[in-house]
C-alpha cells in the first residue's frame, strides 16, 4: 500500500503552462498535512501559486533551496539544458546539497541522453536516492482537466512504482511503467515522431481530396470507416471545422505549440539515429515543423497548423455554400 505521509514534503521546479496546473492539482488533493515548495525562474509565478494556497504551498529561493525542505521533487522544465541546470548546477541545483533517499521525478519532454546523464550523476553521488523520467502527454488542458498520460522510466517491477503511480494519478489518468530508465522518454518521442506524422498525412491527404471536389467532413467519415482511421483526424482535425472541438476549428489556438512538436520531433528523429533506426519520413517531417514554427502564420499556435502551412485551404465551407 502506498501511504499517503510518503508525501508529507513535496517540491515541484517549473511552473510554466504544464507545470501550474499540475500544481494546483497537488495542492487540491494531497493529504492535508502535506507540504509544497516551489520554485520557477520566473517569481511572478511562484507568487501566483503561493498566494492561492497560502497555507499549503510555500516560495522556494533556488532548486537546491527546495531539495532541501522536501523529500520528494517534481521537474516540469522546457528542455535538457534546464534539466542539467536544475539537478547539476554546482551552486544552486538539487544534487547540490544532500538528497540521500529522495524520490526525483522529471516530467520534461528532453533528450534520453541527457536524462541518463542526470539519473547517473545521482546513481554515483547520491545512491540511495531515486530518480526517474516520466513525461506526460495530453497538453495543457489535460494538466488543467487532470487527464494527462504519464510514461514511468521504470519496470511494473519497480519498487517506487506504487509511489509514483499515487503522485502521477492526482495530476492525471493513465500511468504507463516503459520498461526502464530513459524509456518513458523513448517512448514519449516515439509517440509523437508518430502523432506529428499523421498530422502531416492527414492534412496531405484531406488536401488532394478536397482539391478533387470531396467535402472534407466525407473524407473524415471514409477514413473513419477504412483503414486511415485515426485519432489526429477524428479528434484533432488539420482542416478546420470538421470536428468542432478540435483546435483547428477554434483557430488553431488551443493545442500543442508547433515550435514544440518541432522540438520533440528533433529529438525524436536524433534518438532514432542513435539506435540505428531508419526513418524515412523523419527529415520531412523535421523540415515541415521547422518551417511551421518559423513561420508567422504559425508560430504559437496549435501543430496541426501544418495544414496551413502546407497550404490547405481553410475556407473551405464558404466555398461549399457557394460564397
Ligand atoms: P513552459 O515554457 O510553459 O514552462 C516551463 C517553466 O520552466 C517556465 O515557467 C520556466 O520559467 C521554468 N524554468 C525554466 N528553466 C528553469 C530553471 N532552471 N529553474 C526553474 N524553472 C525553470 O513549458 P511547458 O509547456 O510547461 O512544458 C514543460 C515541458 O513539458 C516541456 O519539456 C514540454 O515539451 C513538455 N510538454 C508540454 C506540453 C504542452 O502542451 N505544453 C505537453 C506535454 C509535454
Not at 487532470?146 to 514511468?152: E, H, M, Y
Not at 516515439?190 to 492527414?202: E, K, P, V
Request: charged share 20%.
Amino acid at each position: 500500500m502506498t501511504e499517503l505521509s510518503d508525501f508529507k514534503t513535496l517540491g515541484f521546479i517549473g511552473l510554466g503552462a504544464m507545470g501550474k496546473p499540475m500544481v494546483i492539482h497537488l495542492a487540491n488533493k494531497l493529504p492535508p498535512e502535506s507540504r509544497i515548495f516551489v520554485f520557477d525562474v520566473v517569481e511572478a509565478v511562484v507568487d501566483e501559486v503561493c498566494s492561492q494556497f497560502p497555507d499549503r504551498v510555500s516560495k522556494g529561493s533556488s532548486a537546491k533551496n527546495v531539495a532541501e525542505q522536501v523529500e520528494t521533487i517534481i521537474t516540469m522544465v522546457p528542455e535538457g539544458a534546464h534539466v542539467r541546470s536544475v539537478y547539476l548546477d554546482p551552486q544552486n541545483g538539487v544534487c547540490s546539497t544532500d538528497i540521500s533517499n529522495k524520490l526525483l521525478i522529471d516530467c520534461s519532454t528532453i533528450d534520453t541522453a541527457t536524462s541518463l546523464a542526470v539519473k547517473d550523476h545521482i546513481a554515483v553521488n547520491f545512491p540511495s536516492a531515486s530518480f526517474y523520467d516520466s513525461p506526460v502527454s495530453g497538453g495543457v488542458v489535460g494538466a488543467i482537466k487532470g487527464t494527462i498520460a504519464f510514461f514511468l522510466g521504470c519496470a511494473e517491477s519497480d519498487p517506487n512504482v506504487k509511489r509514483l503511480t499515487y503522485l502521477a494519478s492526482l495530476m492525471g489518468k493513465q500511468i504507463i511503467p516503459c520498461g526502464g530508465p530513459s524509456l518513458g522518454l523513448a517512448a514519449k518521442l516515439s509517440n509523437n515522431y508518430l502523432s506529428g506524422i499523421i498530422a502531416i498525412a492527414c492534412s496531405e491527404a484531406m488536401d488532394m481530396g478536397m482539391r478533387s471536389g470531396l467535402d472534407p467532413r466525407t473524407l473524415a467519415k471514409v477514413y473513419a470507416a477504412g483503414t486511415a482511421q485515426n485519432t489526429i483526424c477524428d479528434k484533432f482535425c488539420p482542416v478546420p471545422h470538421v470536428f468542432p472541438e478540435a483546435p483547428s476549428s477554434g483557430g488553431y489556438k488551443q493545442g500543442f505549440k508547433v515550435q514544440l512538436m518541432r522540438k520533440d520531433f528533433g529529438l525524436a528523429v536524433d534518438m532514432a539515429e542513435r539506435v540505428g533506426s531508419k526513418n524515412v519520413l523523419g527529415d520531412a517531417g523535421l523540415q515541415t515543423y521547422d518551417g511551421a514554427s518559423k513561420d508567422p502564420r504559425c508560430r504559437d499556435l496549435d501543430s496541426r497548423v501544418v495544414y496551413r502551412y502546407l497550404g490547405g485551404d481553410e475556407d473551405w465551407q464558404a466555398k461549399l455554400n457557394g460564397a
